[in-house]
């Protein structure tokens, strides 16, 4: 008898709530589906930025770091719809999300700020691990990108360390990003010296240097006519490996020729007037 009567309970219960079990049933399973999306989804873009990261051969640590913001960053979307869709009110905890998200951000304004731009870098990529900047008027070879700073090697052997925010904010000149680099040389002679002169002796300075590209046009022009001397622009163009011993060959060159050929180079002269009557 007990059991006929605990088997009709049962049979009314779910009679009565048939359509909220399997509502909830149904509200489960898709939690279930959202979270195994959002984890492949988590996953898969985890691994595409690792992957396009280290193919750029980005530092190591910021790919790690990069990689696992990205994962955790769709996570947190993944369990808030997985809540939302349990029927939890999901309001709240965006906004405690939203509130936690803004003071971090504050206290940490800076340090975003860098990270920000050290994205930046990694994306456009203005410069590469041994390539020769300047960067807020400071050059040297980059020595590292890291997730914060910039760190570049002076040629007096100096590490500088730059914030990644300034980097981007400064105006950036690759000496290396290009294959190829002018050298522009200004010399400055006498005006007794016969113009057709100089000319023939600069061009014989070039020809005679080394590791001049002859597929790009010297250019050996009279610029100026400054106060105490000629100045004439010598215009060529090298491999950028080849720059510093072009540029110090080219200089031998043209003073070892011009003081052979008796052509003045000015220097600065004072005059001093002693007053006697004192």
């Known amino acids: 008898m007990d059991f006929e009567k605990i088997l009709t309970q049962t049979t009314e219960f779910i009679d009565k709530y048939d359509g ?15 979270f195994i999306i959002g984890r492949t989804i988590s996953k898969f873009i985890s691994r595409q930025l690792k992957h396009i990261l280290s193919s750029r051969h980005v530092d190591p ?6 990689s696992a913001l990205s994962y955790y960053a769709v996570m947190v979307v993944t369990l808030v719809a997985v809540l939302g869709q349990l029927g939890v009110q999901t309001a709240s ?13 504050l206290a940490l304004q800076g340090s975003l700020s860098n990270f920000a731009a050290g994205v930046i870098l990694i994306i456009f990529r203005p410069f590469k691990v041994g390539e020769t900047v300047v960067i807020n008027s400071q050059k040297g070879v980059i020595d590292s990108i890291q997730i914060f700073s910039t760190t570049i090697v002076t040629p007096t052997n100096e590490l500088v360390v730059i914030p990644n925010s300034q980097v981007v ?9 290009l294959p190829e680099r002018r050298l522009d040389l200004v010399i400055n002679v006498g005006y007794d010296s016969n113009i057709q002169n100089v000319y023939q002796v600069l061009r014989q300075a070039v020809n005679q240097t080394n590791n001049i590209l002859t597929n790009k046009d010297s250019i050996i022009r009279l610029d100026l006519l400054d106060a105490s001397s000629m100045n004439f622009n010598v215009l060529v163009w090298t491999l950028n490996e080849n720059y510093p011993s072009v540029r110090a060959e080219l200089l031998e060159n043209i003073k070892n020729l011009l003081t052979e050929n008796g052509i003045n180079i000015p220097y600065p002269t004072m005059d001093v007037n002693v007053n006697s009557n004192h």
């Not at 905890?93 to 951000?105: H, R």
């Not at 904010?169 to 990003?177: C, E, L, Q, V």
């Open 20 to 34: 909220i079990v399997l509502s909830y049933i149904a509200h489960f399973c898709f939690a279930i589906i959202i």
């Open 61 to 66: 640590t910021v790919v790690k770091f990069v």
């Open 169 to 177: 904010s400064a105006n950036i000149i690759n000496f290396t990003r």
């Open 93 to 105: 905890i965006v906004a405690v999300i939203g509130a936690a998200g803004l003071a971090v951000g």
